[in-house]
């Protein structure tokens, strides 16, 4: 599994746009992006996924270089409840891959 | 939204006692998980099932944990001897498999060792 490093915490304001980036120097070519988003004593929740380029919905944006070696969460308009803890995750999809390890994740915390 | 559920949400028990959690999946996934979250650290991964049988486990899952499906619908993670160190948040997560890899993750159950 490709290790990930992102920063330990970040704050913002709330209606600010922000982007946290992931490090993954050692992805593998059939390993996807994937972000997750914990608020506290809950269960991890999915965000966003992504291989390359860029994927949007309605919560987020991933960006992705064409080099994969990294790839930024962005998150538009920030509001008190996006504070959390959110998790950049790297790996195969799917069916080859049943030990899906977090990381430390990035404590963000949004200011009013 | 179809979701994971786990029980119970809070349980205390004395050291050394058993303690079984359980988890419901979502209908039609395939793939299940335990993690687990000390106070204030990260999410850890225990143990992965498919198939009716464990995929990968972490050097934390050793012979005092145990899982299964019995009825072929609850999950569930048997900790056989408690000891203190495994006070922690218990998480319980699905996958669909296939061409998908979100994780569906429950609740989660609070297990307080005494």
């Known amino acids: 599994l490709a290790k990930t490093t992102q920063p330990i915490s970040m704050d913002s304001y709330e209606g600010q746009e922000v982007n946290i980036t992931c490090s993954h120097n050692n992805i593998a070519t059939n390993d996807y992006i994937t972000w997750y988003q914990q608020f506290p004593s809950q269960g991890p929740r999915f965000i966003i996924q992504g291989y390359k380029t860029k994927v949007t919905n309605e919560v987020a944006s991933l960006f992705i270089p064409a080099d994969r070696k990294s790839s930024t969460l962005s998150l538009p308009r920030v509001s008190l409840s996006d504070t959390a803890v959110y998790y950049c995750?790297?790996?195969?999809?799917?069916?080859?891959?049943?030990?899906?390890?977090f990381g430390k994740g990035t404590r963000l915390h949004i200011l009013p | 939204e179809p979701e994971v559920t786990q029980t119970p949400s809070h349980q205390v028990t004395q050291m050394g006692q058993e303690v079984i959690l359980r988890c419901v999946p979502i209908?039609?996934?395939?793939?299940f998980y335990w993690y687990r979250q000390i106070l204030g650290q990260k999410v850890e991964f225990l143990v992965s099932f498919y198939n009716n049988e464990i995929s990968e486990k972490s050097e934390i899952f050793d012979d005092q944990f145990s899982v299964e499906r019995p009825d072929g619908s609850n999950f569930t993670l048997k900790i056989r001897s408690t000891k203190l160190e495994d006070s922690a948040m218990y998480f319980c997560a699905t996958r669909k498999g296939g061409n998908t890899g979100e994780l569906f993750f429950g609740e989660g159950s609070r297990l307080t060792v005494l």
């Open positions: 209908s039609n996934h395939l793939y």
């Open positions: 995750l790297v790996g195969p999809m799917g069916n080859r891959d049943d030990k899906i390890i």
